[in-house]
């Protein structure tokens, strides 16, 4: 839906729309359903053309409504999430609120949810439990709940069922609402619900406050038309829309500008970039290539679909410069049988293929992936693959998951003979081998001289400053508080399985890129 469509008045077509099936009554339970989310409406992909505004600005009605009131956000789950709190703060602050880091001090709290896993969403309804009490302390605090559990139905109905401290609900597509959403809910005694199943325009002038000055995220596309059988973001993140190149590329320089030392561009599906731009022959090679031009330190990107990973983006990552040697490239199984039945769409051949590619171009590269495990009636044999793929490529880490149903996915409608006790002692095993190579391939910095940009102090002791490698290895170092933000060379002194131990060996100037 886009903002033609909304005032048009498409509103509460999803709950009388004629999918009876999945489009609830939400009317039953409060009055004031603006937009209710759809499952099926979010799977369609219409050819409607996706169009892009500069044109955002706080409606003149709401400035100054947070004057004197305070907002805070937590965010679960991707990059993407953090991403959209950066915009979602920065629309706070435009309307005139502080930012505050402690619930009791806010008069909005938002939950920017994720519905990737199952325990995923149980964090953020045990949540909302414990934000009851807040809320029948302070009735005027507002309550309300975006992001990607917003967009499925069966939250929705959850959470007006049996979380009636919740203020307001709204989704993904529709960010750019929140002054109308929150003056909405300022005004009615009722949930204000408003959530577009159907993906909006590309807002480029969002306003943002980025966490940090050091690293930022940039989005270069939204959305997912890939479909995994086990995924439920194409129907919270709707279909695929690539920003225009000279936005991306305006954006970075300026980042560049203000001092930045990396960026990560952003999307579910970043190897699709470009295929939905209307007439140029443009993607993620040519992007990379033309951002690797720009003064910025390090450049990576998040996430890669190894089926769209072509011989393009593999020779303009191998130019390296400010091009990080480090590819996350998520296989989610070993087993051609297994990665079929996901609709991964490539082999296991296919994608050692593509792993041979990447490392004769890139030898230094390191590759990280995501692996998914007891998926639906997965075999001892299939699994084994899975463990068996993962020595030959030699990952040098990994996140693992156990396989969870989401609601509307094709997988979760399959039968699964896998007891629990199989996959997780799967996932043990699994995750015996991602630290045995992880440590393994830590040991071979011992001695070196790596690159850190650094970020700040170690979690652990604020006498100790943490930072990262090209090759995202966490290192620990003492050295002067006025070393964060620059990259160092650091000497790595001892390898442990998640993180690195080392000595600054230079006087404090920005070390020259490697
Ligand atoms: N777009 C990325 C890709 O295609 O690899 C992944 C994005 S997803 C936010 C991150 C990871 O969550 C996936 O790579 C997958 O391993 C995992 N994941 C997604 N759906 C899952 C499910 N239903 N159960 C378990 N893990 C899941
Ligand atoms: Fe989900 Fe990634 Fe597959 Fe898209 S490509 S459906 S985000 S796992």
Redo the contacts with the bound molecule.
């Keep these: 839906m886009n903002e033609k469509q909304r005032l048009e008045g498409q509103q509460v077509e999803t709950a009388n729309s004629s999918d009876k099936k999945s489009a609830k009554d939400y009317s039953k339970y409060f009055e004031q359903v603006i937009t209710a989310p759809s499952l099926k409406e979010a799977k369609k992909r219409g050819k409607e053309e996706v169009k892009y505004h500069n044109d955002f600005a706080i409606p003149e009605e709401f400035r100054g409504m947070g004057n004197g009131r305070k907002f805070y956000i937590r965010t679960y ?2 990059q ?1 999430n953090e991403h959209d709190t950066e915009v979602m703060a920065g629309i706070f602050l435009a309307l005139g609120y502080e930012p505050t880091d402690n619930t009791e001090d806010a008069n909005v709290i938002l939950l920017n949810t ?1 519905a ?2 199952e325990n995923a969403e149980n964090k953020v309804f045990g949540e909302l439990g414990h934000l009851k009490s807040l809320k029948l302390e302070k009735p005027d605090l507002l309550l309300g709940v975006c992001g990607c559990m917003s967009q499925e139905e069966s939250v929705v109905n959850k959470i007006l069922k049996t979380y009636q401290q919740v203020d307001m609900i709204f989704g993904t597509h529709n960010i750019h609402r929140l002054p109308n959403i929150l003056n909405e809910a300022y005004m009615s005694k009722e949930m204000v619900v408003e959530v577009w199943s159907k993906e909006g325009d590309v807002i480029e002038n969002l306003p943002k406050v980025r966490r940090g000055k050091i690293k930022a995220w940039v989005n270069i596309m939204y959305g ?1 038309d ?1 479909f ?1 059988t ?4 194409p129907f919270t993140r709707g279909k695929e829309r690539s920003r225009r190149p000279e936005e991306i590329i305006q954006e970075v320089r300026h980042l560049a500008a203000q001092g930045y030392q990396e960026v990560t561009l952003l ?3 970043v190897n699709a970039y470009g295929k939905d731009l209307e007439g140029v022959n443009y993607g993620l090679g040519e992007l990379m290539d033309e951002l690797r031009k720009i003064d910025i330190p390090r450049i990576r990107f998040t ?3 190894p089926r769209d990973f072509d011989d393009r983006l593999i020779e303009v990552l191998a130019k390296g410069g400010n091009l990080m040697d480090h590819i996350h ?2 296989v ?1 199984s070993g087993s051609t049988d297994v990665l079929k039945i996901m609709a ?1 769409k490539y082999s296991r051949e296919q994608y050692l293929e593509l792993v041979r590619k990447i490392k004769a171009a890139i030898p230094n590269v390191a590759l990280t992936t ?3 495990v007891g998926y639906p009636n997965e075999t001892d044999e299939q699994f084994e693959e899975t463990m068996s793929l993962y020595r030959e490529v030699g990952y040098e880490l990994a ?8 609601e509307g ?1 094709p ?2 409608k399959m039968e699964d003979n896998v007891p629990m006790e199989v996959k997780k002692a799967r996932l043990q095993r699994l995750n015996a081998l991602v630290n045995e190579l992880s440590l393994e391939a830590m040991k071979k910095y011992k001695g070196q001289i790596v690159d850190v940009l650094v970020e700040g102090e170690s979690k652990n002791n604020p006498d100790v400053l943490a930072g990262y490698t090209s090759r995202s290895k966490l290192v620990n170092f003492a050295a002067p508080k006025s070393a964060i933000g620059k990259i160092v060379k650091v000497k790595i002194t001892e390898a442990k399985t998640w993180s690195l131990n080392g000595e600054m060996v230079e006087e404090l100037e920005p070390a020259e890129v490697k």
């Design positions: 789950g991707c993407m994720c990737i896993r997912c890939k995994c086990y995924c439920i973001v999307g579910q599906n996430t890669s679909h490239l998520p989610q991964r995501d692996i998914i996140y693992t998951f156990i396989y969870s149903p989401r996915t997988a979760a």
